[in-house]
């Protein structure tokens, strides 16, 4: 099993900044790959990015292409998403997901963490 617990969300104004964290325990060596992903009220829960554990190959939603960054810390075992240039319409639950080797669905979830954007 791996645990995953988020942190970093918050209110935040349009235009600015706020960067989420990660942190991944448990059985982290079956790590192949993390994502975040968001839901908003009355809405499906939507990809926004993910990064290969092993090199570290990235892939964006294209609603957040060049505003949002993630990255790793393996040593961590840790994932980052940077985001800036933040709007109204990203006003979300952010949740962290790992997949593990051999698997193409996101086995593990994290709790989740709020990001309110006002504009």
């Known amino acids: 099993q791996v645990q995953l617990v988020e942190s970093g969300g918050g209110l935040v104004q349009a235009g600015g900044s706020a960067r989420l964290s990660c942190v991944a325990s448990?059985?982290?060596?079956?790590?192949?790959?993390m994502g975040w992903f968001r839901q908003a009220p009355g809405k499906e829960r939507q990809f926004v990015t993910h990064?290969?554990?092993?090199?570290?190959?990235?892939y964006y939603a294209d609603s957040v292409k060049g505003r949002f960054t993630i990255s790793r810390d393996n040593a961590k075992n840790t994932v980052y998403l940077q985001m800036n240039s933040l709007k109204p319409e990203d006003t979300a639950v952010y949740y962290c997901?790992?997949?593990?080797?051999?698997?193409?669905?996101?086995?593990?979830w994290g709790q989740g963490t709020q990001v309110t954007v006002s504009s």
């Open positions: 997901a790992a997949k593990s080797l051999g698997r193409s669905e996101y086995s593990y």
């Open positions: 448990g059985r982290t060596a079956s790590i192949d790959g």
């Open positions: 990064i290969t554990w092993r090199n570290g190959h990235t």
